[in-house]
């Protein structure tokens, strides 16, 4: 991709282990690391855990922001529950020091929250 299209970036989304397994890590480890290391960035499946943030920047070292942890703001099974909660995933977040991947952040309009969008979207 590099090659072909200057200034393209490669994100490795975490669900392929290096035995070429099917299996959602939910973190940078061992499993998924080579991936990382042949491409520009990962995106971790939203299931983490409140410790794998820290546990995939340590797997990072001097990339730690080239891991985007995955957080679905409709909640399903995501870290802090999502929807209004989703600042609580974000918060981890930013201590750990890691990026962060919305999944599905059209959920204010989607989920039609009230009184009216804009209200809501500003929220």
Not at 9 to 29: A, C, F, H, P
Request: contains cysteine; hydrophobic residues 35%; negative net charge.
């Amino acid at each position: 991709m590099h090659s072909s299209v200057e200034g393209s970036l490669v994100i490795w989304y975490d669900s392929v282990t290096k035995d070429g397994l099917l299996r959602y890590q939910n973190e940078l480890n061992e499993n998924n690391k080579p991936f990382f290391d042949l491409c520009d960035g990962l995106f971790a499946n939203y299931f983490w855990q409140k410790d794998s943030p820290k546990r995939s920047a340590s797997f990072a070292g001097a990339r730690k922001f080239d891991v985007y942890m995955g957080i679905d703001v409709f909640g399903r099974g995501t870290y802090g529950g999502g929807e209004w909660n989703t600042h609580v995933a974000l918060d981890v977040l930013k201590k750990d020091d890691v990026s962060a991947a919305l999944f599905a952040p059209g959920w204010v309009y989607e989920s039609k929250q009230g009184p009216d969008f804009e209200t809501a979207q500003n929220r």
